[in-house]
């Protein structure tokens, strides 16, 4: 019984994070803009690096607030923030194209994705992911749970102590294998496939650089973040 059940405790942790992580939102603006016309492969970029810019900083905002985070060695919390802003901008990239939106909205947001300058080579294994979120209607203490155990991966390059940081992700984790038996009783797998959809998400990881470098347009600028975050110039 108990093992099913959320505690007191973890739901006021679950409330933490689910509070920050909707305090954090980028304002939907990137749907908007795309929405209303299709830009240019050089706009569709700086729009790209402006959101992926705000998106870094949100990202360290909402880490901030996880439980334990800020007692972590100071170079495992960078390297964790390095490690994974990449799976996160996907990842909200994902729950973005997932949000039910009007009719035909979605269908013109894939088509403006896929002219927006991005490499075709990368179009497949990217809508994939999207696709295969997409499938799971994650609720959305899911996707801030989801998010928050992306951060809090142990094997991150750089990071030294371990432990600390498996310490502070098991926790998520139960929360989160609770919510799914909660929100998705009839798919008892629905935590496995969730879990599954972060091994998809590192294989983004490490196209990422080149769906970049290769965007239809010369000499791509991007901001002293990004270069800090994304192995790029
Ligand atoms: N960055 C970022 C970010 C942060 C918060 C929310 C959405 C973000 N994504 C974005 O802005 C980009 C836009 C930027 C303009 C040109 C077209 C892609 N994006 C990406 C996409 C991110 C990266 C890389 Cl290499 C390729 C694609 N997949 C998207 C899916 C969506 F449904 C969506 F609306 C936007 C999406």
């Known amino acids: 019984k108990e093992k099913a059940e959320i505690t007191k405790e973890q739901q006021a942790f679950m409330k933490v994070i689910v509070d920050s992580y909707n305090r954090h939102q980028i304002p939907q603006d990137v749907t908007k803009k795309l929405l209303q016309e299709q830009y240019s492969a050089e706009e569709n970029f700086i729009l790209l690096t402006e959101m992926a810019t705000s998106q870094v900083q949100v990202l360290v905002e909402f880490t901030k607030n996880i439980p334990g985070f800020l007692s972590l060695d100071h170079e495992d919390q960078i390297a964790l923030l390095k490690g994974s802003a990449v799976e996160a901008m996907f990842l909200r990239s994902a729950q973005v194209l997932s949000t039910k939106m009007p009719n035909g909205h979605t269908e013109v947001l894939e088509e403006r994705i896929r002219n927006s300058g991005i490499s075709e080579e990368f179009m497949t294994p990217m809508f994939n992911f999207y696709k295969s979120i997409g499938k799971l209607h994650m609720v959305q203490e899911e996707q801030a749970l989801l998010t928050a155990v992306t951060i809090l991966t142990p094997d991150r390059p750089f990071v030294k102590d371990h432990p600390a940081v498996e310490r502070l992700q098991e926790p998520m984790l ?3 294998r609770k919510l799914c038996a909660l929100h998705h009783p009839r798919e008892p797998q629905y935590f496995a496939r969730l879990l599954g959809r972060l091994t998809e998400l590192r294989t ?5 650089t080149e769906m ?22």
């Open 174 to 176: 139960e929360v989160l």
């Open 204 to 208: 983004l990881n490490h196209y990422h």
């Open 212 to 233: 970049l470098t290769s965007w239809r347009m010369n000499d791509q600028k991007f901001t002293p973040l990004l270069c800090e975050i994304w192995d790029v110039q």
